[in-house]
């Protein structure tokens, strides 16, 4: 099989860049999209961000979680670079968990248009707690909107098996 051409790479800037910025603030605008080449099938993509950083928008500290990101793509995917620099322009951003992870989830919606997509947060603890955030979203009137539906409602039936910490 051939690689992607120049064309269904037209939109992706990152990638082999050597004099990428990081950036220092919230920055949505560094997500890129490419074609899916296999729009016609159904499969997940999956990563996993063990690194990801925010603030607590009281005190100003630090909450370190592992992302886990998971969709069904349609005509476009997120370039993982740029999901990465996304990612850490979160690291001087004040919001709470619940609030992080509906923002990544929206975001990655507004870019990409999935089929489905989840968005969970396995916060490290802090003060004894962690905080787990978890949300979902199927594209309305398909089989999607039914599958997260049915994935919220049996999601993480046993949080006693977590094994990221």
């Excluded at 993982?80 to 609030?99: A, I, P, Q, T, V």
């Excluded at 507004?110 to 004894?128: C, D, N, S």
């Excluded at 049996?154 to 977590?162: A, G, Q, R, S």
């Amino acid at each position: 099989m051939a690689g992607r051409s120049k064309e269904e790479l037209a939109g992706v800037s990152l990638l082999g860049n050597q004099g990428t910025q990081y950036p220092g603030t919230y920055a949505p605008e560094v997500l890129e999209a490419f074609d899916n080449k296999h729009p016609g099938r159904d499969y997940f993509v999956k990563f996993n961000c063990p690194e990801f950083t925010s603030l607590c928008p009281m005190t100003g500290q630090p909450d370190f979680a592992t992302i886990y990101i998971s969709y069904i793509p349609d005509v476009k995917m997120v370039e993982s670079k740029s999901l990465k620099l996304y990612l850490f322009s979160f690291r001087n951003h004040g919001d709470f968990h619940e609030d992080c992870m509906n923002i990544i989830m929206n975001d990655l919606i507004e870019l990409m248009a999935p089929r489905y997509i989840e968005v969970w947060g396995k916060f490290t603890p802090r003060g004894g707690i962690s905080i787990d955030p978890y949300c979902n979203w199927g594209r309305p009137g398909t089989k999607y909107e039914a599958m997260a539906e049915h994935r919220m409602l049996n999601h993480d039936l046993y949080p006693e098996k977590v094994d990221n910490r």
